[in-house]
């Protein structure tokens, strides 16, 4: 039963029937328009490549994938979804043409939009569509590379063995190693550590727990100067983006362990960092499915999981980029922050009396540094301070031997996207410096970045944290 209509207040029954039974009409409501594969409107949600993009609440909402996974009863711990043979496609994107054969391809086949740029975008193939959608292609004369070739042996591979992150673990009284990918009880353990093991700068808390109880746990690291300004960095809201909590501790380790080697205006932030935003996915991408992208919410229309948290904050909530249908990808829940995990952020900021002046959200992939707003293709009144600030640490990442990153607002560089949690901490939150950092890499592995990755992006990830610093402390 949806927690929407268990309140004990009559009347706030009553409306949420009525909520509820618009809803359900709405989602269950037939296409009644849609674009033809021929009219040159191909857009991207999220994962999902969309034709005709509208927004969420117009009754025509456009195609997006179900989940074909969660209808599956088989899938369990004991039966985890493999994806052998399973492929990622770099396919050119670079003319109306090209856009055509992608719309005709998504529409055709169960394929998953993973990423794109301005001249391509990369597209998840299933085993079973591979040959057919071959066809497609070389029929349609539109150019693309196998960055993947079985996506299974990419995930196999992606840790190393076992027996090696075994020797390395539990060396330093926590099991994080940032040579390996790590469960959930590994990274809690690890900030418990910190807490007692550096009680007089580190303080662990729980500011709620997932819809499966997970808790969400937060790590503040303060000098306790009254003057500090404060930075939130999260990591993990999209579960399979796993280099993002990877590189949160690694920041965290860099600022507890190494504390001294830290310049002064490091020392002098409040930091307060969660590094698994989704914990329930982040778990459900270890032991069930690799490619979880978000929560998991149970069913509310009886087949697919999960809600996009990326989706279900509360500023422009249900615009563009959104979708309210349960089984997408880019799922924004019934209301904005109906989600636990969204509204543990949400009541924490409202009771925190600290001086916050940067927002920092981690995901991957692509190299991207964004900033709002993601909601549409419009900029905030500082945009150029964001810009300025965006491209002084992309330099700076780069010189230090690390990746490049491409800078700009998410809305136009990336595409329109509402209900993020950057664009809500600028708008609703009024915090200046609000980014999303789309960390390694720009393809060739996607989601699955071998471990053997993780130090160099999280280097590079630190300097941009440690720019951020140094520029609300400094201008
Ligand atoms: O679509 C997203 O949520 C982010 N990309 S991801 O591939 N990691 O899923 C980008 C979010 C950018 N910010 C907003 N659109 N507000
Ligand atoms: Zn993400």
Partial sequence: MLPLILSADYRAVKVNVIVLICIVIAVNAPLSSQASPTTPTADVQS???VISPQPFENSTEPELLDNPR?????????????????QLWRISYDDQVRKNAVADLQHKFNVAMWNLNGTSVDMFLKKPVIADARKLLENAKVPFDVVI???????????????????????K?????????????????YLEYLANTYPEICSVQSIGNSIE???????????GNAKNKAVWIDGGIHAREWISPATVTYIIDQLVEYREDQPKYVQDIDWYILPVANPD???????????????????????????DLNRNFGYHWGEQGASRQPCAETFAGMSAFSEPESLAQKNFFERSGADFQAFLSFHSYGQYILYPWGYDRFVPPDHKELDRLGREAAVLMKKSGGASYSVGPSGSLLYPASGGSDDWGKGTLGIKYCYTIELRDSGRTGFILPANQIISTSKEAQIFAYK????????
Avoid: F
């Fill in 47 to 49: 994962d999902v490549l």
């Fill in 70 to 86: 969660d209808e599956d009863e088989s899938v369990s711990t004991d039966h985890p979804v493999k994806y052998t043979g399973a």
């Fill in 213 to 223: 109880g997970r808790p969400l746990l937060v790590l503040r690291i303060s000098n």
């Fill in 173 to 189: 009284g926590h099991r994080m190693t940032w040579s390996a990918y790590h469960r959930l009880s590994d990274i809690h353990g």
């Fill in 281 to 307: 996915g982040y778990e459900y991408t270890h032991l069930v499915d690799r490619l979880w992208r978000k929560n998991r919410r149970p069913s509310v229309n009886g087949r697919c999981h999960g809600v």
């Fill in 468 to 475: 951020v610093a140094e520029t609300i402390t400094h201008g």
């Fill in 149 to 171: 070739d079985d996506l299974q042996h990419a995930i196999d591979t992606e840790n190393p063995p076992p027996e090696v992150i075994e020797q390395l673990q539990n060396r």
